[in-house]
């Protein structure tokens, strides 16, 4: 009986921990701005599936390809695919791409 109890609780804690964690989702977005603070650029963008409008996200000024990708999206007027942790405003890129 004493294992069976245990069993439980360790499998209610196993699920809440993986369901309270974030997890990165992708997104496809339009690009309306990009700028640069000291420490970060940030960049405004909608998600064409209507999960945020108008956000701002941010990416370390250290990591340039992230930069130059989303200068190049914004420049060309395409949309591009960002990896996210959250949708929460001024939440990291992780990862984006070039849509054609």
Known sequence: MK??????ILGVFFLVGFSSSAQAEWYTCDVLN???????????????NGAFTNRWFEVDKNNKE???????????????????????AFSPISIVYVNR
């Open 3 to 8: 294992k069976i109890v245990v069993t439980i």
């Open 66 to 88: 992230i930069v130059a990708t989303l200068l190049t999206a914004l420049t060309l007027g395409t949309t591009v695919i960002v990896r996210i942790d959250s949708i929460e």
């Open 34 to 48: 990009v700028g640069a603070t000291a420490t970060v650029v940030r960049a405004r963008l909608t998600d064409m």
